[in-house]
């Protein structure tokens, strides 16, 4: 079988392989972290699905990459409006498989996806037939050329999301791919294979091989058809790959975890702040970017501790389905064990619970929103990413101490600042060692501008031009000056 309903949607679950579906093997059970109930069984791909997908890409990339921009564009932007036209069904079967709320999903997440694919296309219309470089000798033609067949590995979080913020840049550039979703939610991204079929977009152009990550995601980047790897997931998962992609030479973009600072200063909006640290807790705390290390400022901190408990207080924990949940459950029962060793492991070094603590009564995977205090910069809890419903406090007394203890971890993927003092902002913003950094404002960003971590938050940087620095190969024709005679470098 490779198809399933689930909240009255057909969903595909077989790999796609050129325009076929395939199934059967043996495969993996997807259960909804909702209510643990079955939703599919999906295939366990491994190095022969990965060699037929691999193929099929290889086969319509020359079609694909002649197409140009203005073809490719044309297919895309019709990609992005059918995204418009499901955002409700790909909205309901994201929320059943990964438990993300339905709210978010309707009104952003799903939206972005589509985003995704039509901002891309556009840039690439605009920007990708390259610049002149008018030089004395020569005229230098900077030309963006597709790198070929791209390997696409996405995380369980916000597959579709972080799906087609690959798929929109590989494909707008000339590249076709070959995706592998999540195990742990692999439903979303299977359903957008079958878009792209719907829109007209080449068999072979977009391939789903869905499967284990040590089995189906490493043969994928180790097969040497494979001209890029883009990877977002665990800094630990992304080191192996990088390992295994740097002695083949493969470019790599490595988006990986966080453990981000957010800090603030007396003077801050402390209730926009509060109000700022409660989203931390949305969707469980399993958001990369998530500021899961409060800093604040000595003066106010016993102040600022009250409001952010009233305002977490006031969101209410349920089922991701309902329109009016803004804290559902964590993804597995494997996933909340893990969240829960790291509060135990962080209580047993001495931390003091400052809010929730454990497990939440609504239903088996469902955690407190979670604040520990009395915690040292050399605790787990500080420097390991929980990803979950859990933050740490600590105080700082002045602007060094701040800086000092946000850049006090290995990873660097982003930090919030709150402060009314415009010039501190920048200053700390710059100190801060960090992908991005939020200035009295969370998750908000313009597509054109650069994503990525630093330190051991990632390689590379995407968005806007970046992402078309990484899935092409820049390439300089420099043509001979009419009045030139000589030269030979
Ligand atoms: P993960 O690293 O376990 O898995 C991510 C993907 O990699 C999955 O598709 C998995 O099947 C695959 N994979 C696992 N082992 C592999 C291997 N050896 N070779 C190839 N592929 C392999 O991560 P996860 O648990 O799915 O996601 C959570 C993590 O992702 C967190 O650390 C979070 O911070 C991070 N994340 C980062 C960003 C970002 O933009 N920086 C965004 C979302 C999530």
Request: net charge negative; aromatic share 20%; hydrophobic share 0%.
């Given at each position: 079988m490779t198809q399933v309903e689930i909240a009255g949607v057909d969903v595909p679950t077989g790999h796609l392989i050129g325009d076929e579906r395939i199934g059967g093997g043996p495969g993996f059970a997807v259960h909804s972290p909702i209510d643990g109930a079955f939703l599919a069984e999906v295939p366990r791909g491994g190095a022969d699905e990965v060699d037929a997908a691999v193929a099929a890409a290889r086969d319509a990339f020359p079609t694909w990459a002649r197409l140009g921009p203005e073809g490719r564009g044309v297919l895309l932007d019709r990609l992005a409006a059918l995204i418009l036209e499901r955002v409700d069904e790909i909205a309901a079967v994201e929320t059943h498989d990964n438990g993300s709320l339905i709210i978010g999903n309707r009104r952003n997440v799903i939206p972005r996806g589509a985003r995704n694919i039509s901002f891309f296309a556009e840039w690439a219309r605009d920007r990708l037939g390259g610049e002149v470089i008018e030089g004395e000798a020569t005229r230098d033609h900077v030309r963006y050329e597709p790198a070929g067949v791209a390997a696409l590995i996405v995380p369980w979080n916000a597959p579709f999301m972080l799906g087609t913020w690959k798929v929109g840049p590989a494909l707008a550039a000339g590249n076709t791919v070959v995706v592998k979703p999540p195990e742990w939610a692999p439903l979303t991204l299977s359903m957008l294979g079958d878009l792209a079929l719907e829109v007209g977009i080449p068999p072979g152009v977009v391939n789903v091989v869905h499967g284990i990550g040590e089995e189906a995601g490493a043969a994928l980047v180790r097969h040497p058809g494979v001209d890029r790897v883009s990877f977002t997931g665990s800094t630990e998962t992304g080191s192996s790959i990088a390992e295994v992609a740097g002695r083949r030479l493969v470019p790599v973009s490595m988006e990986l975890g966080g453990k981000s600072p957010f800090v603030v200063f007396a003077d801050a909006d402390l209730q926009a702040a509060a109000r700022t640290v409660s989203r931390q807790f949305i969707n469980a705390g399993q958001v990369c970017l998530a500021g899961t290390r409060v800093l604040v400022e000595a003066s106010v901190a016993d102040e600022f501790l009250e409001m952010v408990r009233a305002e977490t207080g006031r969101l209410p924990v349920g089922d991701p389905r309902d329109e009016g949940t803004r804290i559902g459950p964590l993804i597995t029962p494997e996933h909340r064990d893990r969240v829960d060793g790291f509060v135990g492991r962080a209580l047993e070094q001495g931390a003091e619970v400052l809010l929730g603590g454990g497990r939440h009564p609504f239903g088996e995977l469902y955690y407190q929103p979670t604040i520990l205090g009395a915690v040292d910069q050399d605790f787990e809890i500080v420097q390991r990413e929980v990803f979950g419903p859990v933050l740490t406090w600590q105080t700082f007394t002045d602007e060094d101490e701040a800086v000092a203890l946000a850049n006090?971890?290995?990873?660097?993927l982003a930090a919030m600042v709150y402060t009314r003092d415009e010039d501190r902002g920048m200053r700390v913003a710059s100190a801060i060692v960090a992908g991005t950094v939020w200035v009295n404002c969370f998750f908000v960003r313009d597509l054109r501008a650069p994503f990525g971590g630093a330190r051991r938050s990632g390689i590379g940087r995407e968005g806007g031009t970046w992402s078309f620095d990484f899935y092409c190969d820049v390439k300089n024709v420099s043509v001979r000056r009419g009045s030139f005679e000589g030269g030979t470098s």
């Open positions: 006090g971890t290995e990873y660097g």
